[in-house]
């Protein structure tokens, strides 16, 4: 982009307010990674997102950006309730997309030699892929109770405990959902997906503590050396996206409506207070309960796989919640800003919440260290638990990065794994994986991504979080 981008810290860049922005924008990279982040136009959507009204402080990209449907992936903005807007755009197609950690009682010399019985269990109990459908069909009413009461539903269901619902954002349940919001086509199209993985970059994982940096929060969350950990990356399916689609519709008109001038009509929105806001904002949260939903499932049957394939005990497995939160979501918070608190609706499109210590949200078991951050690196490499810090909040409104970021299309990635055998690779390191197709291995080979390391010592040197552990992946289911 032409817009010079001034350095702030070895960590935060920012492009000074020019034109019709409202405020800067700011990216947070280092010096080596920015040339890779201005290659696309992730930067200029930052600073597009600076032109839309009550807009407040700063518009973020975080170090793992990249371009996106209106908000870059990895944006973060904040809206005032009354001058503000609620953007689409601004959550993304696949609402709710977040990521769960559970820890194991079991360390890792306790199961290697039985690791692909494991990863082929887990393969086959939970449905993955292109329109996959799940084990359950709903019926209309109680996909309702589903849209109502996400993981609290499937709870009082049988799949699961109370305990998981502490250690997920929102306690697994969105205030403000209404299932009536959402189109019937989005409701179908939900209808037979709960507890399913889906496609794309959605992943379940086996794998290992690796490395602990900071004892006392790892010890706070369970965490020990050795121990065998499951990721679970998924989101609101087919709901989720036809849920978004419905929203731009009616929100290109409601930008023309209210007079909004916009950069790209992929930014359309409306006030967060006119009808077409408020109708948004409670289909979104319903779509946020969904996802709550379908992760819950999926750890209820990985709980069932895993103890038939290791043949042990719901005690010996042991398979605990340490934290779940979301990567594309808009919600109503307070933060402080120049030093009066006051609610905000912040926007996180591939960004994760980072709350510091004592905030009220967190986990009380939690409260001391600060909220667990989860950034998956990519099948190949690693990733990593971290803690949100005071700093995040006073800086970029309690967020963070979610990942390690693509540095290839998937049709780039493709073209690179031909004449490849990526599952060979990869197991030659250690790592088995599965997948419904040999295309979406190719799609999401280890190169395809920013190396997840960079992205986090960014992070983590910006203060918006603290490294707790380093995780390696042992076997990968992929979507």
Known sequence: MS??????????????????MRVPARIYATANMLPDILKDRAAEQAAQVAWLPGIVGYSYAMPDVHWGYGFPIGGVAAFDMDKGIISPGGVGYDINCGVRLLRTGLQRSEIESRLRPAVEALFRAIPSGVGSTGKLKLNEKEEKRVLENGALWAVRNGYGGEEDLDKIEENGR?????????????????RSQLGTLGSGNHFIELGVVDEIYDPRAAAAMGLRLDQITLFIHTGSRGLGHQVCDDAI??????????????????????????PEGQRYLAAMSAAVNFAFANRQMITHWAREALMQAWSISPR???LQVVYEVAHNIAKVERHTVAGVERPLCVHRKGATRAFGPHHPEIPAAYREIGQPVLIPGDMGRCSYLLTGTTRAMSDSFGSACHGAGRVMSRTQAVKSARGRSVVRELAERGILVRAES????????????????????????????????????????KG
Do not use: W
């Open 3 to 20: 817009t010079p981008i001034d350095r702030i810290t070895d960590y935060l860049f920012e492009i000074p307010q020019t034109g019709k």
């Open 174 to 190: 969105m205030a403000g959902a209404d299932p009536d919001q959402i189109s019937a086509r989005a409701r179908e199209r939900g």
């Open 316 to 318: 010996d497995l042991d």
């Open 438 to 477: 040999s295309e979406t291995i190719a799609e999401e080979i280890p190169e395809a991504y920013k190396n997840v390391t960079q992205v986090v010592d960014a992070v983590a040197g910006a203060g918006l979080a603290c490294k707790v552990a380093k995780l390696k992946p042992l076997g990968v289911i």
């Open 249 to 274: 519709k009616e929100m290109l008109h409601a930008a023309q409506k209210y007079g909004i001038e916009l950069p790209d009509r992929q930014l359309c929105c409306a006030p967060i207070s006119s």
